[in-house]
């Protein structure tokens, strides 16, 4: 009996041991570094005075790898020969050639995001390495931050350049290349160190092309109202705008196929187009107003090429312009597309029902037979009718006034519609719903002023789109409190923008560098509005001096 208990004790052991041997765990290999390289040592060392060497030997705490060197990599002041960079494993060499430095100056090696770890590349931010061919090295600092000016927001990778006051003029930020520099990170923070008592001109640059100079045509570009001395300025704050350029120019055409063309400015256009031949003029449809920088032309029964008159109202001028039309065999040979104004299926409130074209559309041939409007009422479709319209050659508005928050189906048979080149439509239907204002909201926005200004209070949506707003002055004997009431608010969630409209234009102005005008300040409440159907929410905003971070 003992011996038949020991084996069963025995087998319930082994299997118990087995059971847990069988149970396998995934191995994670441990928490993701996400630490950038740090620097372990230097040679010669960080800072030093008197340099000398030919080489420069940094040994960091883990494999590295450099990236986009080339772009990321600046010397200040310039060397003739760019410095041989180097890896092997944890360590980077620079070579250069002694005899290029100059006299009792201080050197900068500034890195900016090229110096990475080799598993995860995490990159070691704005590093530089700094020395001194004399006997002291330069020591004052400088901080500050960089903001987008048309919402406070901070701004990453801002390229912060100094210029020495006594060796540049007011063109050196489009030609030459800063005498110090850094970068901005996610916060919109920046330092500057090892920096000499001297008088500097500050600007911040959205280098996109990566040459170290201000493009206005790309870039956007923050400055001060005056230059910094050191040590007495040790503090910064730029507020970063995109300039508007002060001539309107063409900067390209596209004609995608027969019939459209694309005139793309480089800013949002003030101007009137007409064909330059006057007997052209009936065959030549163009858009009044610009889509951001692009006017649409629609053009039939001219081939190879259409000139045409630019009068620009902001100077006065005139030019021509000569596009390159595309071959008549690239005409549509079906019905190009349509599409109606009911994004998301909705048609929004007191918003007329329209249909839009991308070619030029036969206006006198429309077979509304060939139409039907209905919505549905208590389970029952109704007939609603017609008004049609032409607004242009492109846009057909096919009624108004419908009733609030019913199902509506729009179709077209084939053949209701043709365009300039005698191609029909093919059937289609449209389903959509009308809005109703008790779908919408109301924000009332009670704001305590302290300053006797213009201004201009915007609700963006979380795409900072601004969908509503409203303008108000305020004057000396007036109270600092003032009520604004948005309604018919479709719901979602708010941000509020309060500009300080100086000029009284009733719109945020941008800023331009070489007048010295900064953009119009803006204020932008901490806090998000919800704003919900069929509802009235109230909210409370001391508006204070314009937002520093």
């Not at 230059?227 to 120019?249: G, R």
């Not at 001219?302 to 312009?321: C, F, H, P, Q, V």
Request: charged residues 25%; aromatic residues 12%; glycine residues 4%.
């Amino acid at each position: 009996m003992l011996r038949y208990l020991f084996c069963i004790i025995t087998a319930l052991l082994f299997s118990l041991l087995f059971h847990n041997c069988a149970q396998m765990s995934p191995l994670t290999g441990g928490a993701r570094d996400k630490q950038p390289p740090q620097l372990v040592s230097a040679q010669p060392p960080l800072s030093s005075t008197g340099f000398t060497s030919s080489a420069i030997v940094l040994k960091f705490d883990e494999y590295i790898q450099l990236k986009d060197v080339n772009t990321n990599l600046v010397v200040l002041p310039k060397l003739k020969t760019l410095p041989e960079v180097e890896v092997n494993g944890k360590t980077l060499k620079i070579s250069l050639d002694p005899a290029e430095l100059k006299k009792n100056t201080t050197y900068r090696f500034f890195f900016g995001k090229a110096i990475v770890d080799m598993n995860e590349g995490n990159a070691l931010t704005n590093f530089e390495y700094t020395f001194s061919t004399g006997n002291f090295i330069d020591s004052l600092k400088l901080n500050g931050n960089v903001a987008n000016a048309l919402n406070n927001e901070a701004l990453d990778n801002m390229l912060i350049a100094l210029y020495e006051d006594s060796l540049s003029n007011d063109s050196s930020v489009f030609k030459d290349v800063p005498n110090y520099i850094t970068k901005s990170n996610a916060s919109g923070k920046f330092s500057l160190s090892h920096l000499p008592a001297k008088r500097f001109r500050a600007y911040a640059i959205d280098d996109v092309n990566k040459n170290l100079t201000y493009d206005p045509d790309g870039e956007r570009i923050g400055f001060l109202d005056k230059n910094i001395s050191l040590p007495e300025d040790s503090s910064l704050y730029f507020s970063v705008f995109k300039e508007i350029s002060s001539k309107t120019y063409v900067r390209k055409t596209v004609s995608p196929y027969y019939g459209h063309s694309m005139i793309i400015f480089n800013k949002k256009p003030n101007v009137a187009l007409k064909a330059y031949y006057p007997e052209q003029e009936a065959f030549v449809a163009i858009q009044s107003r610009a889509i951001g920088d692009t006017l649409l032309l629609y053009y039939k029964s001219i081939e190879d090429s259409l000139k045409l008159i630019l009068n620009y109202a902001e100077d006065g001028k005139k030019d021509t312009l000569l596009i390159s039309l595309a071959k008549k065999s690239l005409k549509k040979k079906r019905f190009a597309f349509m599409r109606a104004n009911t994004p998301g299926n909705t048609l929004y409130l007191n918003t007329a029902l329209t249909l839009s074209f991308i070619t030029w559309m036969d206006t006198t041939r429309l077979d509304l037979t060939k139409f039907s409007l209905r919505y549905k009422e208590d389970s029952l479709w109704k007939n609603h009718p017609f008004n049609p319209r032409w607004l242009s050659v492109r846009e057909l508005q096919l009624a108004d006034g419908l009733p609030e928050g019913k199902d509506f189906e729009l179709k077209l048979d084939t053949a209701a519609l043709l365009d300039a080149f005698s191609n029909a439509n093919d059937s289609v239907k449209f389903q959509f719903k009308t809005q109703s204002r008790n779908e919408l909201g109301k924000a009332v926005l009670k704001l305590q002023l302290f300053k006797k200004e213009q201004y201009l209070v915007q609700l963006l949506s979380e795409r900072q789109d601004v969908i509503k707003e409203q303008s108000f002055f305020l004057s000396l004997s007036s109270s600092n409190n003032r009520s604004i009431e948005f309604t018919d608010v479709p719901p979602g969630v708010y941000k509020v923008r309060i500009v300080y409209d100086f000029n009284k234009n009733e719109k945020w102005d941008t800023g331009s560098l070489l007048k010295k005008k900064q953009a119009e300040p803006v204020f932008m409440h901490s806090k998000t509005i919800k704003v919900l159907s069929d509802w009235e929410i109230e909210e409370e905003i001391q508006v204070k001096e314009e937002n520093r971070f």
